[in-house]
Nanobody, 125 residues
Framework: EVQLVESGGGLVQAGGSLRLSCAAS????????IGWFRQAPGKGREGVSC????????DYKDSVKGRFTISSDNAKNTVFLQMNSLRPEDTAVYYC??????????????????WGQGTRVTVSS
């Protein structure tokens, strides 16, 4: 059974940092790309970043470049999203997703076959 489990969300002040984790199981990790999406209240789900775990290549939404860093620990089947200099507009539920293909940050949600349950990030001003 494929499982993606996010953790690490919470409440942080603007300018602060959080590190999200996405623990994967039930599939061959290196064969999949992992994406991070977010959904703010009243808005659609948008891609933030993704990583191709077989070669470590990454992609980012423009508004998070230089602030967010995606990485993977293939030995632990886990992908991380380090979020620095957080802004109130980063407030959202963050989801990780997996696809057996290469990724770009702006792939649609339909591109991904597996999803986690989400972790909430709240950035106060």
């Amino acid at each position: 059974e494929v499982q993606l489990v996010e953790s690490g969300g919470g409440l942080v002040q603007a300018g602060g940092s959080l590190r999200l984790s996405c623990a994967a199981s039930g599939f061959t990790f290196d064969d999949y790309a992992i994406g991070w999406f977010r959904q703010a209240p009243g808005k659609g789900r948008e891609g933030v970043s993704c990583i191709n775990t077989n070669d470590g290549s990454t992609d980012y939404k423009d508004s998070v470049k230089g602030r967010f860093t995606i990485s993977s620990d293939n030995a632990k089947n886990t992908v991380f999203l380090q979020m620095n200099s957080l802004r109130p507009e980063d407030t959202a539920v963050y989801y990780c997703a997996a696809v057996r293909a290469r990724c770009s940050y702006d792939d649609t949600t339909m591109y991904y076959g597996y999803w986690g349950q989400g972790t909430r990030v709240t950035v106060s001003s």
